[in-house]
DNA sequence: TTAATGTTTAACCTATTGGTTAATTAACCG
DNA sequence: CGGTTAATTAACCAATAGGTTAAACATTAA
């Protein structure tokens, strides 16, 4: 799992991670801060854990001040999936304006001796 | 991994899977054709197994014909996936227009001991 | 009925995920 | 300096994901 997308949809797979991303279209907030709400369902290094792949799939930033690492959520890859699935939603629709398709498609099934894929009759 | 959104997000995880979504916005398609991309990477039963996860993250729907199954792509899930993401884009931005905010972090900080978390400044 | 085609199931394997506890690193503060 | 707080790393573990091959099941066609 290397390309960005999946990196993306993987990252969001995951209530807590989401809850976390939620959490932070509030506003930045430190690690503690950010875990506070976990704890009594797991601990610290999980949340690191959980923070390290959202970091990893560049939804959120982290940057040091003193001792803290002070994270911020970043969109961009939301916008990315978002386009993905936008033009996963342009479904192909049967209707007489892609007769021209249909007839083509006709056509193949002759020499295919029965096989009634792929535009058969719906259903 | 029980609740319908980590599900969707965790079938477009995987490259394979959201090639096959993409394919079945052309039109639906039966198990054999739409394997036949993938068969030099990976075998019949590695794909039924993907069209398992799909199908049970609702983004496809399998009915019999015959011998065959035909799947259908179903946008539903996606919708949902989407409407998060936007509620996730929402961010809060520090701008003067929330000055209220702001004002009742800052009173916190008074008796939280040297803690700048919150809202501080930005970086 | 038998052969062929389409699809799934079973059994298995390896790598990854999501969690743990204990130890370690890093920075600040008195 | 020494203690406290913030966060990560290390080592480990169980469950899941994604793949395999071989076998089984289902339907059609001859």
Redesign the interface.
Known sequence: ?N?K???T??A????TR?AI??R???????VT?LAKPFLKKMSLPAITKHLKVLENAGLIVK?K?AQ?R?CE?N?KP?DE??L??D??????V?SFDRLDDYLKKLQNTKTNRGK?????K??
């Open positions: 799992m390309d997308l999946s990196m949809f993987s969001l797979a995951d209530p989401r991303l939620v932070l279209t509030k506003g930045e907030s430190n801060e940057t001040e803290y002070s959520i969109t939301l999936a978002t993905w699935m033009q996963c939603r342009e479904v192909w049967e009634k894929y792929g535009k058969g719906k259903r």
